[in-house]
């Protein structure tokens, strides 16, 4: 299954930078009070290294919960 999981986040990555490839062109980016102009093939690739540090914190974060909340349960139960 290990292997079926990085074949997905391969294609992903490998999607992701074709599209980043094939759009360089100059965007405009507002955020709160400021605005900044940069290649949207950038943009897409600071996205996407964003979205997989945010997910995998999420997933640590939940795992650590699970496991916390078996051992009580367990501790609890004897």
Same mark, same amino acid.
């Given at each position: ?8 986040i ?8 074709i @599209? ?9 980016v507002?955020?709160?009070?400021? !605005? ?11 996205i ?8 995998? !914190?999420? @997933? ?8 916390a ?5 367990s501790?609890?139960?004897?």
């Open positions: 299954m290990r292997w079926v999981y990085l074949i997905v391969v294609v992903f990555a490998i999607a992701t930078i @599209f980043a490839i094939q759009n360089f062109e100059i965007v405009t507002s955020f709160l009070n400021s !605005s900044f102009r940069l290649p949207l093939a950038f943009l897409i690739v600071l996407y290294v964003l979205g997989m540090v945010t997910g995998s !914190s999420l @997933f640590g974060l939940l795992y650590r919960t699970i496991q909340s078996r051992r009580h349960l501790q609890t139960a004897s």
